[in-house]
């Protein structure tokens, strides 16, 4: 079992930056690769970022490309988005997913566990 808590979500300007973590508890963090997702109102949940096991692998949505940049602290459990130069359009609640095997994932249906989410609001 794996519980993750995310944090560093908030209100900024369009082209400013902001910091999300996501801290797992749980044996299992280390050994599956995790992802960021994001809701925005009226939308469906839609995949960000991914990152693999080893963090040697990541992969992003197109439209957060050179913007955002996921990464992962494995002796911390705790995995990082990195969201530079924001747009109004990334406003949204940003999820934190585990899956259980090492390899990335786009789709919400191949994570196991999920985190409760935090607000990211970007205002033009």
């Not at 797992?24 to 960021?36: E, I, N, P, V």
């Not at 990152?51 to 995995?79: P, W």
Request: proline share 2%.
């Amino acid at each position: 079992q794996v519980q993750l808590v995310e944090s560093g979500g908030g209100l900024v300007q369009a082209g400013g930056s902001l910091r999300l973590s996501c801290a797992a508890s749980g044996r299992t963090f280390s050994s599956g690769a995790m992802g960021w997702f994001r809701q925005a109102p009226g939308k469906e949940r839609e995949f960000v970022a991914s990152i693999s096991q080893s963090g040697s692998i990541t992969y992003y949505t197109h439209s957060v490309k050179d913007r955002f940049t996921i990464s992962r602290d494995n002796a911390r459990n705790t995995v990082f988005l990195q969201m530079n130069s924001l747009k109004p359009e990334d406003t949204a609640v940003y999820y934190c997913a585990a899956r259980s095997t090492v390899m990335i994932s786009t789709t919400p249906t191949g994570y196991n566990y999920w985190g409760q989410g935090t607000q990211v609001t970007v205002s033009s």
